[in-house]
């Protein structure tokens, strides 16, 4: 009982403006078609779910846009332990 107390308690902010960010904004290169495209676009242009996406060797993420990804995790880190969204972004 305890336990669910603690986990009730918990407040979250800031989430839909990293989901928005990570959604729309991060761009990676779909290596079959060559084409640039979001997380959104590639979840309604393939048959790939979110971690096939972040994990498949099909999508590329360049030094650049890698940059950019982790300047804009870090604006958006005031909320909380980023932990795993680093390791998704490190595996694009």
Do not use: P
Not at 79 to 84: I, M, P
Request: charged share 35%; aromatic share 12%; glycine share 4%.
């Amino acid at each position: 009982m305890k336990t669910y107390k603690k986990i009730c308690k918990l407040k979250y902010t800031g989430w839909s403006r990293l989901s928005k960010e990570f959604l729309c904004d991060v761009e990676f290169t779909y290596k079959k078609t060559g084409e640039v495209m979001n997380v959104i676009t590639a979840l309604w242009e393939t048959n790939y779910n979110l971690m096939q996406i972040l994990y498949s060797e099909d999508f590329c993420c360049d030094g650049d846009r890698k940059k950019d990804l982790n300047d804009k995790l870090d604006e958006l880190s005031y909320t909380g332990d980023q932990h795993s969204l680093r390791k998704a972004v490190d595996a694009l």
